[in-house]
Nanobody, 133 residues
Framework: QVQLVESGGGDPVQAGGSLRLSCGVS????????MAWFRQSPGMEREGVAS????????YYGDSGRGRFTISQDRAKATLYLQMTRLRPGDTAIYYC?????????????????????????WGQGTRVTVSS
């Protein structure tokens, strides 16, 4: 059974500050997966923030994540991270970790899958990030 469990949100963060989100990953049957962070604010559509191909660690970024956010993984700890810096009130949202199977030869699609907001197969429950001005 695949489980994705986000953590790291909760208490409000001041604008300009940093925050690291974690996603504990269990049950994935292989490393041929596109792992991604999405976010959703009230009344807004889900937005792709960043993605990473689990086998190679190749990183991809959406418009909201490029330049300020870094996606990474620790495969030994089975954890996906999102390091967020220079946070803005507009970053306030629920952040979701997601995983979708993606064969190795198609790994370059991982970025487009995230940017399009594809419906990934597995999702975490989300963690709330609040940035105060």
């Amino acid at each position: 059974q695949v489980q994705l469990v986000e953590s790291g949100g909760g208490d409000p963060v001041q604008a300009g500050g940093s925050l690291r989100l974690s996603c504990g990953v269990s049950g994935l049957p292989s490393t041929s997966f596109c792992m991604a962070w999405f976010r959703q604010s009230p009344g807004m559509e889900r937005e792709g923030v960043a993605s990473l191909y689990r086998s190679t660690g190749s990183e991809y970024y959406g418009d909201s994540g490029r330049g300020r956010f870094t996606i990474s993984q620790d495969r030994a700890k089975a954890t996906l991270y999102l390091q967020m810096t220079r946070l803005r009130p507009g970053d306030t949202a629920i952040y979701y970790c997601a995983a979708d199977p993606l064969p190795y030869p198609d790994r370059s699609r991982c970025g487009d899958m995230m940017r399009r907001g594809d419906d990934f197969r597995y999702w975490g429950q989300g963690t709330r990030v609040t940035v105060s001005s």
